[in-house]
Every structure is written in structure tokens, then in C-alpha cells.
């Protein structure tokens, strides 16, 4: 037997026993994609398992993550710091080998994968970056994206977007092997799934090729070689069978529960291994493959030798270690300026913060004249403007959020989005992913209530405060005026997790706003006279205004303190003797005025306060009325408050 066919039974075993082991996981679609992951690993992967994060090396993204143990399988013969215990323990709490591949987790696992398609999504932002890259700092960092993707991945919508923009930019350096094997959780893809992958592909500016036998390593070695020198990005569909080697082979019942330990000893059987262990690599094996690794290595270090000969080595280093300066804070307030929208002052503190990252990559999704989000005098990125930091992401709201993933993930490059608070739906399972890997990104969400105004309720967001608020490690922002923006982005863009600011269509007036305070997250704006305020009075954004003068035209009737929450996440980071501070535990009298779902707030007013929100959808009229017509007035604020405070 070849060493290229042990290695792929070996891989295929690997997952058969870990997913045995564990009681728990997916080794058909493993069995069915070993010859391509490892002719991928073996043949043309550029890797350097000694470090892993060598930036010269090539991008291999898993999106199938049901697949976990083809990556851990591979990355275990290729050298990286992956033992076999670790295999042993798949699926098991504080392992190495999680059930989908998590990053951060494991050495070589560039994205976490698992939600189908956001994989695929992400390669085009690695590749994307990797464009850039070239440009910027030469052939040195001429390397290649390679995916892994399944049905599952090509069904889902956003591969369609992800797709059409990386066929338009000409990303000729992503390579897609699809493990074409018709087989879905729910039997055949003849159920649900009957487009021409090759016309879709071919439509959308892609190189499509097809391997019949996808088990031939050597075919999809050579296919993969073609696809190299094209001048698109290329999809190889490569024809498995789910389960390759088991007697259910080309059944679903291999894609998602363990084989037992009957059938791997019969696939042991068939394919005349001998010994009958489980997590067998044999010696002859690993020294055959440490031979590739050898190699890799040698080219990481040539690599790095020819990197450190560069002239302008310490330019590059430079442009991917960009960060803010310390007192960048100062250098945004001289842009503050007085009563603007948000968005205004928005646009306003990107040019800023681009005079300090020239790493800045980013756009919107066809609304930039709204969002304000273009950097001016740069040009957009294209296959003829590689080195441009702009980008027209068209209308791809979830793509968008996936390839800002993937840019962030690449390193080196501060990626930020733009695009309406009420579209962030369109955007909920990147940002979910972007928060699990605590990477640092910026969205800019504009529009951000009823002050959208005419376009009527479906673009007035309500519920999507709460949305990202409740997201893990996701910190939102909702300046209330120029001070208050220039914070926001000051420590959105020096974050190391993902972030978004949230910001008005409409005019805000300026406000008397301390930035040290505003620096806190919540804080207090207006403080009372006595010793204890008879009233607290929280509000974000363009509410906090309405706030503040409620609460002077309210100064000789009830003594209240108004407290901005600027960014709760950032609040619930502070010691509890601060939080106590501005929100002493024995003042429930409690108001919070908010034009969005009133979720966000109960946790802060109790169980004695009030809000006034937004518990329904809005309507289609100018955002003025709106706010009259919703309550979001001083008058009615202030009635709002006096019968509160008299029924209390
Ligand atoms: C967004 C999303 N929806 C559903 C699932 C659950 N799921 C995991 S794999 C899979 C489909 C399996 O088919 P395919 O992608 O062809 O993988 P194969 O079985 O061929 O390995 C589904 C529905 C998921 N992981 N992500
Ligand atoms: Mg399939």
C-alpha cells in the first residue's frame, strides 16, 4: 500500500475512532473528504506547523465544521501541537478538538466553523485580505486561500453572496474544493438541491471543475495545481461517497452519529489493517509525512529569511501593527464639532481614526453616502485596485459580515462595516461568530430609530438594541452627540473584540458631555442637588437630550440625575462600587427612555421604574412627527414622570 493511501485510511480511522470514542460527532463526511484534505495538505498547503501563525503561510478553512475530525485528523499528521490524546478526547470539555473546529482552541483552525456557509463567507475575506496584502507589501505574501465546503455550505444564501462578490473582485486566490457526495442530514440532495453547481458557479464568475473520483488523491492534486494559476476564484467539485469505507457508505446514516465499534474493526477488516487498535498512526507513517513537514518548514524559514532581507520590512511591519494612539480621544474631540446628526460625527471620526490605521479595510453594503463610511481621498479595492482600502460590499448584508470576519481573522488589517441598525438582522449569525472568536472588528450601524422617518417601520429598527446587546463579548455603543461619538469610536477601534456604534439619521444637539465619564460606559450627565436623587433618568442616544431637559424643566418639582448609557457593555465592565455610583441600589425611582424595545432597560430600572420605549413597531411619516407622535417629547416625558412619581 502507498503511503498517500495509508495516510488517508489512517485520517479516515482517526475520525471513525474519535467520533466512537466521544459516542458523539460526524465521521462520514471525514471518511468521505480525507483524499482531498490531505492531497491539500500534503501537496500544496503552505503551512509551518512550528508556527503556525507564520503570516506567509496559506489559509485552510474547514466550513463543513461538521467535519472536525478531518482538521484535527490533518492537523495531528502534519505536526501541529495536536496529540493523539487530544484526538482521544474529542468533544470533551476543555479539549483541543471541540465538536466543531473553534478558533483560538486549536493551533491551525483559522475560523470557527460549524454554522454552514459562514465558512465559505470568511475565505472571501481571507482572500480578500490576502489581495491586499500582496499589494501593499509584495510577492512575499502571494498566498492562497483554501476551503473545504459541503452542500450544506452551497445551499445556504449566503454563500450566493459570499460567492458573487469574490467572482466580481476576481479573487483568483481562493480555491473551494465542495465534497459533492449528495447527501444531506435528511437523505439526498435530490430532495432539496437540484441547481447546476457549475452554471451557478460559471455565472458568477467562478472556474468551475469536477472531479468524478474523488478519492483519487492524485486527480484532485492536479485539479488543484490547475486551479492555481487561474485568474478567477475556483470551485472543484470533487464527487465523494459520505462514509467512504463503512458498509453504510452514501447514506446519511454516516454524516452524524457514531459507526460503533463493530463496524470500525469491519472497515479495519476490509481495508486488511492490521494491528486492531484504535487510534492507530503507524511509525513508517509519521516518518514518511515528517519528511513533507520537513519541507514546509523549510519553506516557512526561507520565507522568513527573505522577509527579514526586505528593504522596507520595517514599513510593512508597520502598516499591519497599526494601532490608535494613546491619546487619540483628544484627536477625535477636535473633530467633534456642535449639533450634527451621529452619523455625521460618525463619518467625521473614521476620517480621523484613518490617519492613524492605514490598515483600515472596509464599506458598506450600497447605502456608504448614507452611512457616511467611505475614507476619503482612498480608492475602493477591485482586482485592478488591490492595495484600496474602501469597499463597495453591494447589497450582502450577511456576506459583508462574514468577509469582515475573515479580514480580521487574516490579521494585520482593522476591518470595519457599515450598513442600517434595522439590516443588522440580515447580519446576526457573523456577529454571533465574530463575538465566540473575540475578534476585533467595527460596524457601523446608522438609522438607528424612528428618526429613519419616511421609510416607515420595516427600516425603523426596535428589536435589534436588544439583539446585539445580548450578544456575549459584543460591545455596542449609542452616542448621543458629537463628545460622545468621538469616544465611541475611539475605543471601538482600539478594542480587541467585535464592536458596533449605533448612530442617528437625524440632527442631535450638542450636549454637556465629560468624556472621562462617557469613557465609563454609563455615567452620570446631570447630577442632582441633594445628597440623593429623588429620580434616576437613564437614556442612549438621541433620547438622552429629551433627558436633560426634562429634567431641568422638572428642577423644582423632583431632583433628578440623568446617566447616559452610552454603551451598557461597556458600564457592566466597571467595579460595582462605580456601578453603585451611578445607580445607588437605594434610589428606585427609576426612568429609562430609549426609542427601541424596552428589553435592554429592566435590568436597570427594577422592578419600581419605568420606561418609555418602544413596545411596537414604528410607521411610515417624517422622523419629527414620529417622536411626537411615539411620546419621544420633553412635554410628554415630563407627565410621564409626574404621574410616575405620584402613583409611587
Ligand atoms: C446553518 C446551519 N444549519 C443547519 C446545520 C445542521 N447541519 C449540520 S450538517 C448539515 C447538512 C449536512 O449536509 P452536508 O452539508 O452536505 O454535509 P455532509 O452530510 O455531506 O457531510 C446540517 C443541516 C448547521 N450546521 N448549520
Ligand atoms: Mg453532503
Given at each position: 500500500?502507498?503511503?498517500?493511501?495509508?495516510?488517508?485510511?489512517?485520517?479516515?480511522?482517526?475520525?471513525?475512532?474519535?467520533?466512537?470514542?466521544?459516542?458523539?460527532?460526524h465521521?462520514?463526511?471525514?471518511?468521505?473528504?480525507?483524499?482531498?484534505?490531505?492531497?491539500?495538505?500534503?501537496d500544496?498547503?503552505?503551512?509551518?506547523?512550528s508556527?503556525?501563525?507564520?503570516?506567509?503561510?496559506?489559509?485552510?478553512?474547514?466550513?463543513?465544521?461538521?467535519?472536525?475530525?478531518l482538521?484535527?485528523?490533518?492537523l495531528?499528521?502534519?505536526?501541529?501541537?495536536?496529540?493523539?490524546?487530544?484526538?482521544?478526547?474529542?468533544?470533551?470539555?476543555?479539549?483541543?478538538?471541540?465538536?466543531?473546529?473553534?478558533?483560538?482552541?486549536?493551533?491551525?483552525?483559522?475560523?470557527?466553523?460549524?454554522?454552514?456557509?459562514?465558512?465559505?463567507?470568511?475565505?472571501?475575506?481571507?482572500?480578500?485580505?490576502?489581495?491586499?496584502?500582496?499589494?501593499?507589501?509584495?510577492?512575499?505574501?502571494?498566498?492562497?486561500?483554501?476551503?473545504?465546503?459541503?452542500?450544506?455550505?452551497?445551499?445556504?444564501?449566503i454563500?450566493?453572496?459570499?460567492?458573487?462578490?469574490?467572482?466580481?473582485?476576481?479573487?483568483?486566490?481562493?480555491?473551494?474544493?465542495?465534497?459533492?457526495?449528495?447527501?444531506?442530514?435528511?437523505?439526498?440532495?435530490?430532495l432539496?438541491?437540484?441547481?447546476?453547481?457549475?452554471?451557478?458557479?460559471?455565472?458568477?464568475?467562478?472556474?468551475?471543475?469536477?472531479?468524478?473520483d474523488?478519492?483519487?488523491?492524485?486527480?484532485?492534486?492536479?485539479?488543484?495545481?490547475?486551479?492555481?494559476?487561474s485568474?478567477?476564484?475556483?470551485?472543484?467539485?470533487?464527487?465523494?461517497?459520505?462514509?467512504?469505507?463503512?458498509?453504510?457508505?452514501?447514506?446519511?446514516?454516516?454524516?452524524?452519529?457514531?459507526?460503533?465499534?463493530?463496524?470500525?474493526?469491519?472497515?479495519?477488516?476490509?481495508?486488511?489493517?492490521?494491528?486492531?487498535?484504535?487510534?492507530?498512526v503507524?511509525?513508517?507513517?509519521?516518518?514518511?509525512?515528517?519528511g513533507?513537514?520537513?519541507?514546509?518548514?523549510?519553506?516557512?524559514?526561507?520565507?522568513?529569511?527573505?522577509?527579514?532581507?526586505?528593504?522596507?520590512?520595517?514599513?510593512?511591519?508597520?502598516?499591519?501593527?497599526?494601532?490608535?494612539p494613546?491619546?487619540?480621544?483628544?484627536?477625535?474631540?477636535?473633530?467633534?464639532g456642535?449639533?450634527?446628526?451621529?452619523?455625521?460625527?460618525?463619518?467625521?471620526?473614521?476620517?480621523?481614526?484613518?490617519?492613524?490605521?492605514?490598515?483600515?479595510?472596509?464599506?458598506?453594503?450600497?447605502?456608504?453616502?448614507s452611512?457616511?463610511?467611505?475614507?476619503?481621498?482612498?480608492?475602493?479595492?477591485?482586482?485592478?485596485?488591490?492595495?484600496?482600502?474602501?469597499?463597495?460590499?453591494?447589497?450582502?448584508?450577511h456576506?459583508?459580515a462574514?468577509?469582515?470576519?475573515?479580514?480580521?481573522?487574516?490579521?494585520?488589517?482593522?476591518?470595519?462595516?457599515?450598513?442600517?441598525?434595522?439590516f443588522?438582522d440580515?447580519?446576526?449569525?457573523?456577529?454571533?461568530?465574530?463575538?465566540?472568536?473575540?475578534?476585533?472588528l467595527?460596524?457601523?450601524?446608522?438609522?438607528?430609530?424612528?428618526?429613519?422617518?419616511?421609510?416607515?417601520p420595516?427600516?425603523?429598527?426596535?428589536?435589534?438594541?436588544?439583539?446585539?446587546?445580548?450578544?456575549?463579548g459584543f460591545?455596542?455603543?449609542?452616542?448621543?452627540?458629537?463628545?460622545?461619538?468621538?469616544?465611541?469610536?475611539?475605543?471601538?477601534?482600539?478594542?480587541?473584540g467585535?464592536?458596533?456604534?449605533?448612530?442617528?439619521?437625524?440632527?442631535?444637539?450638542?450636549?454637556?458631555?465629560?468624556?472621562?465619564?462617557?469613557?465609563?460606559?454609563?455615567?452620570?450627565?446631570?447630577?442632582?442637588?441633594?445628597?440623593?436623587?429623588?429620580?434616576?433618568?437613564?437614556?442612549?442616544?438621541?433620547?438622552?437630550?429629551?433627558?436633560?431637559?426634562?429634567?431641568?424643566?422638572?428642577?423644582?418639582?423632583?431632583d433628578?440625575?440623568?446617566?447616559?448609557?452610552?454603551?451598557?457593555?461597556?458600564?457592566?465592565?466597571?467595579?460595582?462600587?462605580?456601578?453603585?455610583?451611578?445607580?445607588p441600589?437605594?434610589?428606585?425611582?427609576?426612568?429609562?427612555?430609549?426609542a427601541?424595545?424596552?428589553?435592554?432597560?429592566?435590568?436597570?430600572?427594577?422592578?419600581?421604574?419605568?420606561?418609555?420605549?418602544?413596545?411596537?413597531?414604528?410607521?411610515?411619516?417624517?422622523?419629527g412627527?414620529?417622536?411626537?407622535?411615539?411620546?419621544?417629547t420633553?412635554?410628554?416625558?415630563?407627565?410621564?414622570?409626574?404621574s410616575?412619581?405620584e402613583k409611587?
Amino acid at each position: 500500500m502507498t503511503m498517500t493511501k495509508e495516510a488517508i485510511q489512517t485520517l479516515s480511522l482517526l475520525a471513525v475512532d474519535a467520533v466512537n470514542q466521544a459516542n458523539s460527532g460526524h465521521p462520514g463526511m471525514p471518511m468521505g473528504a480525507a483524499a482531498m484534505g490531505y492531497a491539500l495538505f500534503a501537496d500544496h498547503l503552505r503551512f509551518s506547523p512550528s508556527d503556525p501563525k507564520w503570516p506567509g503561510r496559506d489559509r485552510f478553512i474547514l466550513s463543513a465544521g461538521h467535519g472536525s475530525m478531518l482538521q484535527y485528523g490533518l492537523l495531528h499528521l502534519f505536526g501541529y501541537d495536536l496529540t493523539l490524546d487530544d484526538l482521544r478526547n474529542f468533544r470533551q470539555l476543555h479539549s483541543k478538538t471541540p465538536g466543531h473546529p473553534e478558533y483560538g482552541h486549536t493551533d491551525g483552525v483559522e475560523t470557527t466553523t460549524g454554522p454552514l456557509g459562514q465558512g465559505f463567507a470568511n475565505s472571501v475575506g481571507f482572500a480578500m485580505a490576502q489581495k491586499r496584502a500582496e499589494a501593499v507589501a509584495g510577492e512575499l505574501f502571494r498566498h492562497k486561500t483554501y476551503v473545504i465546503c459541503s452542500d450544506g455550505d452551497l445551499m445556504e444564501g449566503i454563500s450566493y453572496e459570499a460567492a458573487s462578490i469574490a467572482g466580481h473582485l476576481k479573487l483568483s486566490n481562493l480555491i473551494v474544493l465542495y465534497d459533492s457526495n449528495s447527501i444531506t442530514i435528511d437523505g439526498g440532495t435530490d430532495l432539496s438541491f437540484s441547481e447546476s453547481i457549475k452554471e451557478r458557479f460559471e455565472a458568477q464568475h467562478w472556474r468551475w471543475m469536477r472531479i468524478e473520483d474523488g478519492h483519487d488523491p492524485q486527480k484532485i492534486s492536479e485539479a488543484i495545481e490547475e486551479a492555481k494559476s487561474s485568474d478567477r476564484p475556483t470551485l472543484i467539485e470533487v464527487r465523494t461517497t459520505i462514509g467512504k469505507g463503512s458498509a453504510k457508505e452514501g447514506t446519511s446514516a454516516t454524516h452524524g452519529a457514531p459507526l460503533g465499534a463493530e463496524e470500525a474493526q469491519a472497515i479495519k477488516d476490509r481495508w486488511e489493517l492490521d494491528p486492531k487498535e484504535t487510534f492507530v498512526v503507524r511509525d513508517e507513517l509519521r516518518e514518511y509525512l515528517q519528511g513533507i513537514i520537513d519541507k514546509k518548514e523549510m519553506e516557512a524559514a526561507e520565507w522568513k529569511k527573505a522577509f527579514h532581507e526586505l528593504p522596507n520590512k520595517k514599513e510593512i511591519e508597520e502598516f499591519f501593527g497599526a494601532e490608535l494612539p494613546e491619546n487619540i480621544l483628544e484627536k477625535l474631540l477636535e473633530r467633534a464639532g456642535t449639533d450634527k446628526a451621529t452619523r455625521a460625527h460618525g463619518g467625521e471620526m473614521l476620517q480621523g481614526i484613518k490617519e492613524y490605521l492605514p490598515n483600515l479595510f472596509g464599506g458598506s453594503a450600497d447605502l456608504a453616502g448614507s452611512n457616511l463610511s467611505t475614507l476619503k481621498g482612498e480608492d475602493f479595492f477591485s482586482a485592478e485596485t488591490p492595495a484600496a482600502p474602501n469597499v463597495h460590499y453591494g447589497i450582502r448584508e450577511h456576506a459583508m459580515a462574514a468577509i469582515t470576519n475573515g479580514i480580521s481573522l487574516y490579521g494585520g488589517f482593522k476591518p470595519f462595516a457599515a450598513t442600517f441598525l434595522s439590516f443588522a438582522d440580515y447580519m446576526k449569525p457573523s456577529l454571533r461568530l465574530a463575538s465566540l472568536m473575540k475578534i476585533p472588528l467595527v460596524h457601523i450601524f446608522t438609522h438607528d430609530s424612528l428618526g429613519v422617518g419616511e421609510d416607515g417601520p420595516t427600516h425603523q429598527p426596535i428589536e435589534q438594541l436588544v439583539m446585539l446587546r445580548s450578544i456575549p463579548g459584543f460591545t455596542l455603543y449609542r452616542p448621543a452627540d458629537g463628545k460622545e461619538t468621538a469616544v465611541a469610536y475611539a475605543q471601538a477601534f482600539s478594542g480587541k473584540g467585535p464592536a458596533a456604534v449605533v448612530l442617528t439619521r437625524q440632527t442631535l444637539p450638542e450636549l454637556p458631555i465629560d468624556v472621562e465619564k462617557a469613557n465609563l460606559g454609563g455615567y452620570i450627565v446631570r447630577k442632582e442637588k441633594g445628597d440623593q436623587p429623588e429620580l434616576i433618568l437613564m437614556a442612549s442616544g438621541s433620547e438622552l437630550h429629551l433627558a436633560l431637559f426634562a429634567a431641568k424643566e422638572l428642577e423644582e418639582e423632583i431632583d433628578v440625575r440623568v446617566v447616559s448609557m452610552l454603551s451598557m457593555d461597556v458600564f457592566e465592565t466597571q467595579s460595582a462600587e462605580y456601578k453603585e455610583e451611578v445607580l445607588p441600589q437605594a434610589v428606585r425611582a427609576r426612568f429609562a427612555i430609549e426609542a427601541a424595545s424596552p428589553l435592554s432597560w429592566h435590568r436597570y430600572i427594577g422592578l419600581d421604574g419605568q420606561c418609555h420605549c418602544m413596545d411596537q413597531f414604528g410607521a411610515s411619516a417624517p422622523g419629527g412627527e414620529l417622536f411626537e407622535h411615539f411620546g419621544f417629547t420633553t412635554d410628554n416625558i415630563i407627565e410621564e414622570i409626574r404621574s410616575y412619581m405620584e402613583k409611587k
